[in-house]
């Protein structure tokens, strides 16, 4: 696509990057090794803007979050920055390391840009009293005790313990409109990091302490800029059933209701793979095309429906 009226009425693909695309499979969190993470995943992403795919970028930011929430809790006022503004930073920071990569590995393009997301969620979310999402480090169950926060047991293995947050429901992404006006523009926009800033409308918006889900984000801005296709890039080529037991079976093409039988039996990791099945889930029920799970080496042949887990109606 050359200029930009051949570019106005596309649909755009929105493209959900998980941890691994951003610490690398063992989740190194030093920044060279982010940057070396973050530069594979350009170049993984690089063959589908070639290919023609008008691309929206999201990403997650537990882990960083995470970290600098431990870097606030020594802090005092007035030096103690509220959760909703380290979500902030965590955009820029990891906004920053993507669109570097992509402007390095694509430097005949459109440059890329990050936009700070505001996502609306409502403050009478019950998430509020129930933290769920993890951030931050693992720890073990006797290093989670010693915490002064609230963690979860999140996964097996030796340091199973998170530190969590609230996290309510996504409901409309603030700035959806300038989004689409630099896709239209042909511009390749990083957007939602974090699952966006949680802001709630009282007349006017107010930051509020919480991280989003990105997976259920990115859903919701899918469907907003009117996206043909969800993709959530993971560790994983599909989406199993029975996963990591004798019974293992990977989801190939799957429609949302049978997405939902196995959310009600149980399938699914809690905090990994379900939360990224349920958003695919809902944005083909509220009408989306396809969303797609997939690792971003098998990007550009899920694209094409030949691999992933393909969520169609
Ligand atoms: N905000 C969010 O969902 O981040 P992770 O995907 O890194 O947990």
């Given at each position: 696509m050359d200029d930009d009226s051949q570019r106005a009425g596309t649909e755009p693909i929105v493209v959900a990057l998980g941890g691994n695309t951003l610490l690398g499979s063992q989740g190194h969190w030093t920044f060279d090794e982010q940057r070396e993470a973050v530069a594979r995943t350009a170049r993984q992403l690089a063959d589908a803007i070639h290919a023609g795919y008008d691309v929206v970028l999201t990403h997650g930011n537990g882990p960083q979050v995470g970290t600098l929430l431990l870097q606030q809790d020594n802090v005092e006022e007035p030096a103690r920055r509220p959760l909703d503004v380290l979500v902030a930073e965590t955009q820029a920071q990891i906004g920053y390391l993507v669109q570097q990569a992509l402007d390095n590995e694509l430097p005949d393009s459109t440059d890329s840009v990050t936009v700070v997301t505001q996502v609306v969620v409502d403050p009478d979310d019950p998430a509020f009293e129930t933290p769920t999402k993890p951030v931050g480090p693992f720890y073990t169950e006797a290093q989670a005790a010693e915490r002064a926060f609230e963690t979860r047991r999140v996964r097996s293995g030796d340091r199973p313990y998170r530190r969590?947050?609230?996290?309510?429901?996504?409901?409309?992404?603030?700035e959806d409109e300038e989004i689409t006006s630099l896709v239209e523009?042909?511009?390749?926009v990083v957007a939602a990091g974090g699952g966006g800033v949680?802001?709630?409308?009282?007349?006017?918006?107010?930051?509020?302490?919480a991280v989003v889900d990105k997976d259920k984000t990115s859903q919701v801005l899918?469907?907003?800029?009117?996206?043909?296709?969800?993709?959530?890039?993971?560790?994983?080529?599909?989406a199993y059933v029975g996963y990591e037991t004798a019974d293992e079976r990977p989801l190939r093409r799957v429609s949302p209701a049978a997405v939902r039988g196995h959310l009600e039996a149980g399938e699914f990791g809690e905090g990994s793979m379900r939360p990224k099945m349920e958003a695919c889930c809902r944005f083909v029920e509220r009408g989306g095309e396809r969303a797609v799970v997939t690792t971003p080496d098998r990007l550009l042949e899920a694209l094409a429906g030949e691999t992933g887990t393909q969520v169609r109606a």
């Open positions: 969590v947050v609230p996290s309510p429901e996504p409901i409309e992404v603030v523009r042909g511009t390749l949680p802001v709630v409308r009282d007349g006017t918006l107010r930051g509020v302490e899918a469907a907003e800029l009117g996206a043909e296709t969800l993709v959530v890039l993971t560790d994983v080529e599909f």
